[in-house]
């Protein structure tokens, strides 16, 4: 099974543009959730995706936003970007549902390390 | 205060040497992760547990609810095991991606 995959890998950007970032999960896997980490604050919750929806949100201001697609993919977006924004972005996939005796593991992804200047 | 305290930050060990690594957290859980970081970021999931003890390996993690603790133990400890050990927790009634993090403890084993 293939893991969860994250483009791009790097990126640089100036302050004030824009980007897209993207998560593709495990196959079958309906959650998705964002984090930043850097080295002042460590991981953080970003957000997280269920079928589509958002089903929970962290103390990030609105210029974060994300979104997921029918195919369970998911994209996150950063508007006006400020040297602050600097991180490694960690989605992180798993089936999102409480089974009995089972798991709800997280995968995660290999990160997008953004660069703002 | 961080909701997800890690002791110790930084560990040195000699091969071979056991390990341990706590952590410790403020309110009621459902699931408490233990997660690894190698350098370059890629981070994978040794543990989720919600009671009592898991093993794989090397590795053995357990947690006590009512203390609100859990450590991680390495035996054997070889180079390869050097990397970031993170705690992570779901709160009671929090979504299964909504995790918080521990500050994490940097562990270095020597040959």
């Known amino acids: 099974k293939a893991g969860v995959t994250q483009t791009p890998r790097y990126l640089i950007k100036t302050r004030g543009q824009q980007v897209t970032l993207s998560c593709s999960p495990i196959?079958?896997?309906?959650?998705v959730s964002w984090y930043q980490q850097t080295p002042g604050q460590g991981l953080q919750f970003l957000f997280e995706y269920f079928s589509e929806t958002q089903r929970n949100k962290g103390n990030f201001p609105g210029r974060f936003s994300g979104r997921q697609f029918s195919n369970s993919r998911s994209e996150m977006n950063v508007s006006t970007l400020e040297l602050g924004d600097s991180a490694l972005y960690l989605c992180?996939?798993?089936?999102?549902?409480?089974?009995?005796?089972?798991?709800?593991?997280?995968?995660f992804g290999p990160g997008t390390r953004l660069t703002v200047l | 205060k961080n909701e997800v305290e890690q002791s110790p930050q930084n560990l040195t060990a000699q091969e071979g040497e056991f390990i341990t690594i706590n952590c410790s957290y403020s309110?009621?859980?459902?699931?408490l992760h233990w997660l690894q970081q190698h350098p370059g970021g890629g981070i994978v999931s040794l543990f989720m547990l919600s009671s009592g003890k898991k093993k794989h390996g090397r590795l053995i993690a357990t947690i006590n609810i009512q203390e609100k603790h859990s450590s991680l133990h390495i035996t054997a400890s070889h180079p390869r095991d050097s990397a970031v050990y993170i705690c992570?927790?779901?709160?009671?009634?929090?979504?299964?991606?909504?995790?918080?993090f521990g500050k994490g403890t940097k562990l270095s084993v020597k040959p």
């Open positions: 309110v009621g859980i459902s699931a």
């Open positions: 992570a927790v779901t709160y009671r009634g929090g979504s299964q991606g909504n995790l918080i």
């Open positions: 992180a996939s798993s089936l999102g549902l409480i089974l009995a005796g089972g798991s709800n593991e997280q995968f």
């Open positions: 196959s079958g896997h309906r959650s």
